[in-house]
């Protein structure tokens, strides 16, 4: 009876190892699935995302009518006002920016699993945290920020964000808008040393589709900077009592893209057939660019 | 008890052993070898539009001579870039040369992609009318250069094919005679995303190594929107304009 009672409390344990490696094989699956994301990232600058610098080049950014006509009214001369100096990005600009990524993890101390990614801030860019906990959204009325409030979750081996809840800012710094209504969705694809950001961005105000940008960076051995240097305001001159704007067919830039690279004027206010390849075909027909 | 727990354990067991992969095993006979096709973790196939939101004025007009802004040329590439002349390519046969593989899927093009056997993908463009093959478990190429030179794929599981190029006849990496040499090797990624509210999107990422003419990697990845078929294929021969 003793030797029995010994194999029973021996055998206990035991099955509840081997119960435990087995709940792992099934459960860790999904963890081995997973990339790791963590580190320091430089951007890979081989293509243009925040296009030409010319003040009216919305080339690529399929564009709602009331898009473009707001695109159209803005100035750079805003830059000057104190108040919209260090206004920002909103959350997409880790894709389109010239900037690196600093990315770390929170881990929960006890069970080790990731509670969230952060990517660090850079000069005119918020942190962006990517909560993993299944924590839901906030409510539709809650505070909106430039990072504005985002989840995770794998889909295998891709990190797949979602961001809600950011502040109405720029889809180009030259003035094609966003609202806060902007939601976005981020994967992280990750092939050897290479990190891929591919960005859906939707709003239902100012764009008339999803708008689609991916950008790589390479792995760095050189730790950067979670945090960027601080933006301080400076005083310009008087810009006047309204902010400086365009009027209507106002816009003196609007032909720019034409004189200088051949642009039509289509392409360059960021008309959506304009992203096709069959728009190629109405360029050489020989319509008359507006 | 200890009947339940072991019923747990190889019921936990016989879950885990389970294929991950979508296509794993689809339709493949018992007992055969599974090929590529059957064991393909994502179906690339379909009709893929290209959509050029980045780099627009490079790709859907002809840039200016000697304009290789974001392509870190080397000293002989620049020269090459600068010495650009298209009627002379048009002259010697050459139309073809910015439609390679190191740069056609960067062009405003759409892409049809089937298999054409069960170790072989077949990528066409319908602008350039370029037809690209991606052969599973292929020997080293041998035999003539070719603009879309010779493909080896694998695929990357959980979900990614990647796919690497040699065998190159030199070209450009953008119509205005940006070149890539004859020994570039081209290293392709191909994912699959969804697209919220409807639709997919095919992410490629291309990866040009060209000692010759570029210093360090060239690195760009292009979107595609799938379609439901082929009523805007439009094929267009290759052209220096």
Redesign the interface.
């Known amino acids: 009876m003793g030797s029995n009672t010994v194999q029973r409390e021996m055998s206990a344990p035991a099955a509840a190892k081997l119960a435990a490696v087995l709940l792992c094989l099934f459960a860790c699956r999904n963890a081995a699935a997973q990339m790791e994301i963590t580190g320091s990232w430089v951007p890979r600058s081989n293509e243009f995302l925040t296009g030409d610098g010319l003040p009216v080049d919305f080339t690529g950014i399929p564009l709602s009518e009331e898009g473009r006509i707001r695109a159209l009214s803005y100035s750079e001369s805003q830059l000057a006002m104190v108040e919209r100096q260090c206004q920002g990005w909103p959350a997409f600009y880790v894709v389109q920016g010239p900037f690196g990524l600093k990315i770390w993890s929170e881990t929960d101390p006890l069970k080790g699993n990731v509670i969230s990614y952060t990517i660090g801030a850079w000069e005119d860019r918020a942190p962006l945290t990517i909560w993993m906990d299944g924590r839901p959204h906030p409510s539709q009325y809650a505070e909106h920020t430039r990072a504005g409030f985002t989840t995770g979750t794998w889909e295998g081996n891709t990190l797949v964000a979602y961001t809600t809840h950011m502040k109405a800012g720029f889809l180009r710094k030259t003035g094609a808008p966003s609202s806060d209504e902007t939601t976005m969705t981020l994967r992280f694809y990750r092939h050897g040393d290479i990190l891929i950001l591919m960005v859906i961005i939707q709003d239902p105000i100012y764009l008339a589709e999803p708008w689609i940008l991916s950008r790589s960076f390479q792995l760095s051995a050189t730790p950067m900077s979670p945090i960027g240097p601080p933006c301080v305001t400076a005083y310009e001159g008087s810009v006047g009592e309204t902010a400086p704007h365009y009027l209507p067919e106002k816009n003196p830039f609007v032909d720019e893209m034409t004189a200088k690279y051949g642009v039509p004027r289509d392409a360059a206010i960021g008309k959506p057939e304009t992203l096709y390849p069959e728009y190629r075909k109405k360029m050489s027909a020989g319509i008359p660019a507006k | 008890m200890?009947v339940f727990?072991i019923a747990?354990?190889v019921t936990?067991?016989s879950?885990?052993t389970l294929p991950?992969a979508a296509g794993q095993g689809r339709g493949t006979p018992a007992g055969s070898a599974v090929t590529p096709k059957a064991s393909a973790p994502i179906d690339l196939t379909g009709y893929w539009?290209?959509?050029?939101?980045?780099?627009?004025?490079?790709r859907?007009?002809?840039?200016?001579k000697g304009d290789y802004?974001?392509?870190a040329l080397t000293e002989q590439g620049r020269k090459i870039a600068d010495a650009w002349d298209p009627a002379a390519d048009e002259a010697a046969g050459n139309q073809c040369k910015a439609y390679g593989a190191a740069a056609i899927m960067r062009l405003?093009?759409?892409f049809r992609i089937t298999w054409q056997d069960e170790n072989t993908l077949r990528v066409e463009s319908?602008?350039g009318t370029q037809t690209r093959l991606f052969h599973f478990n292929s020997p080293p190429p041998t035999g003539e250069r070719a603009w879309q030179g010779h493909s080896a794929a694998e695929w990357?599981k959980?979900?990614?094919l990647?796919v690497a190029t040699t065998n190159m006849r030199s070209g450009y990496l953008r119509k205005n005679g940006v070149p890539y040499s004859e020994n570039a090797v081209v290293t392709e990624?191909f994912?699959l995303?969804p697209?919220?509210?409807g639709g997919q999107?095919l992410?490629v990422?291309t990866?040009v190594d060209d000692p010759l003419y570029l210093q360090g990697?060239?690195?760009?990845?292009?979107?595609f929107?799938k379609e439901a078929d082929g009523s805007?294929w439009?094929p267009t021969p290759c052209s220096v304009k």
């Open positions: 200890r727990l747990i354990l936990l067991a879950i885990a991950r539009v290209a959509l050029v939101s980045e780099d627009w004025r490079f859907m007009v002809m840039p200016p802004t974001r392509v405003p093009a759409r319908d602008y990357q959980p979900s990614s990647k990624y994912d995303a697209i919220p509210g999107a992410l990422t990866i990697s060239y690195v760009v990845t292009s979107q929107k805007k439009d």
